[in-house]
């Protein structure tokens, strides 16, 4: 996918980006960190009442010069923008979200990058516990140190991939996919069920992510955790403090939606 309005340097430099622009893993996985650590996953709009627009041009807009996040299809959308300015191979896949206590639709947008022979899981709108680097999908049942995270990659049936991540020493399930390629635009029924269906946990809460070398930063409802290199600190907001946060923490340059 691609926006008439992107380039890739100022891209860069919403990222904080200044190295190489081979397509290479390096470049694949400095790229990702780059943005996972300057644009937050975030449900801002969701909350105020608004459906997620799919227009790439519009997702530039927001995410590029309007200092903001977004959800899957808005953070994942704009890596897949860069990674084709780039030259990578890339796809977007469906994948399962596996922590609810019943069977969900495949709601969530990861993309999966092939470089020569070997593929690479590559996600940036998970949440707290998404991935932090690309995993290697011929890497099964290892686990894969990520700063203070640990993950894991393992096949739940003969062409069916599923990542774990480790919560409190526990594997947790988290998404499930396969090697079916998706447009960006085959999400738009799934992107409208997360910004408007009463289940959906975007409309319920807001939540705030940002990912840092030493962990993150959570903002679910007027709650902030800070994940510290494996210490966790827990504060209540007022809305005057959850709009404070939303602007030194999390760097958006919007006015909290009360």
């Not at 996985?29 to 300057?38: D, N, T, Y």
């Not at 996040?69 to 796809?91: I, K």
């Not at 409309?203 to 007027?222: A, D, M, W």
């Amino acid at each position: 996918m691609q926006a008439t309005n992107f380039n890739l340097q100022d891209y860069f430099t919403r990222i904080g980006y200044a190295d190489q622009h081979e397509a290479n893993i390096d470049t694949l996985r400095a790229v990702m960190g780059c943005q996972l650590f300057s644009v937050p996953f975030e449900n801002l709009d969701v909350q105020a009442g608004k459906v997620i627009s799919m227009v790439p041009e519009v997702i530039v807009d927001k995410l590029v010069y309007g200092q903001r996040g977004g959800y899957c299809y808005e953070v994942n959308g704009l890596f897949a923008m860069a990674l084709q300015a780039l030259g990578f191979d890339y796809q977007l896949v469906a994948a399962r979200p596996m922590f609810y206590p019943v069977r969900r639709p495949k709601t969530h947008m990861a993309i999966v990058v092939k470089l020569g022979q070997q593929a690479w899981l590559c996600d940036l709108g998970f949440g707290s516990y998404g991935i932090r680097a690309p995993m290697s999908l011929g890497a099964l049942d290892q686990e894969v140190q990520q700063d203070s995270d640990c993950f894991m990659l393992s096949t739940s049936s003969q062409d069916t991939f599923l990542l774990k991540a480790k919560v409190e020493q526990h594997w947790q399930p988290q998404f499930e996919f396969n090697l079916t390629p998706w447009e960006f635009i085959d999400f738009a029924p799934a992107n409208y069920m997360n910004s408007t269906h009463p289940d959906s946990i975007f409309v319920q809460k807001l939540l705030v992510v940002l990912q840092t070398p030493e962990g993150r930063h959570v903002l679910f409802g007027n709650t902030l955790k800070s994940f510290i290199n494996g210490v966790v600190e827990k504060r209540i907001l007022s809305v005057e403090g959850r709009t404070d946060a939303l602007k030194t923490v999390f760097g958006l340059t919007v006015v909290d939606q009360a």
